[in-house]
């Protein structure tokens, strides 16, 4: 059961992935831009906890969590790069 759900979640994460990727590539503005961006890295975040759901590897967690802190230090950059510059 719980196999299935990891399977499922993950094919939900890959749909969003490329939801994502779609609006990243053509959004009209750098802030639909970012905004994807930002969605993009959570579906990778998502993808590495379900990875080590999977494989039963804690290390993996730890892995994500500084991918957690790394992706939101980058967009509040590029955010206030885009609202007044740095």
Request: hydrophobic share 65%; glycine share 10%; no cysteine.
């Given at each position: 059961?719980?196999?299935?759900?990891?399977q499922?979640?993950?094919?939900?994460?890959?749909?969003?992935l490329?939801?994502?990727?779609v609006?990243?590539?053509?959004?009209?503005?750098?802030?639909?831009?970012?905004?994807?961006?930002?969605?993009?890295?959570?579906v990778?975040?998502?993808?590495?906890?379900?990875?080590?759901?999977?494989?039963?590897?804690?290390?993996?967690?730890?892995?994500?969590?500084?991918?957690?802190?790394?992706?939101?230090?980058?967009?509040?950059?590029?955010?206030?790069?885009?609202?007044?510059?740095?």
């Amino acid at each position: 059961m719980a196999e299935t759900l990891i399977q499922l979640a993950a094919a939900l994460a890959g749909l969003a992935l490329l939801l994502a990727l779609v609006r990243f590539l053509r959004g009209p503005s750098p802030g639909d831009r970012v905004v994807a961006f930002d969605v993009l890295t959570i579906v990778g975040i998502t993808g590495i906890v379900l990875a080590a759901i999977a494989e039963g590897r804690g290390i993996y967690l730890d892995v994500a969590l500084v991918y957690a802190l790394l992706s939101f230090l980058g967009v509040i950059v590029i955010a206030r790069y885009l609202e007044r510059g740095l």
